[in-house]
């Protein structure tokens, strides 16, 4: 709620300051020019490429770790029980093949930037 309230005074505060204090129902109007920044910083698909390789690699670095301690927790709590102990493994099996992807990835990409000269 706090938030909500706190986003809609951020946003109107523009408006309001725009407006001024006057009361008066003139004819006079007041144009108000808002400009945004552009939030994208790529220009090129290499540039782009490149952002959506980087957001995976570090996602995978950041949820990967987290990932295989899961894994390690249902593989120790396990008590003997087969389904689980095999369910463990596979759950860290697999989280150090998305790790491994995700490096792949960013290194093929700085490989091939590479071979290809770009900068």
């Excluded at 001024?20 to 400009?35: A, L, Q």
């Excluded at 995976?56 to 709590?77: D, E, K, N, Q, R």
């Amino acid at each position: 709620m706090i938030l909500c309230l706190t986003a809609g005074s951020i946003i109107s505060l523009p408006a309001m300051a725009a407006s001024g204090s006057d009361t008066d129902s003139g004819s006079e109007t007041t144009e108000v020019n808002v400009e945004f920044a552009n939030p994208v910083t790529c220009n090129t698909i290499d540039c782009i490429i490149n952002a959506i390789i980087d957001f995976v690699f570090w996602l995978a670095v950041i949820i990967g770790p987290l990932v295989i301690i899961y894994g390690g927790f249902i593989f120790v709590t396990a008590g003997g029980d087969p389904k689980k102990v095999d369910t463990g493994k596979k759950i860290i099996f697999f989280a150090l093949i998305g790790i491994g992807v995700a490096v792949l990835a960013k290194g093929i990409a700085i490989l091939v930037r590479t071979l290809l000269g770009a900068s």
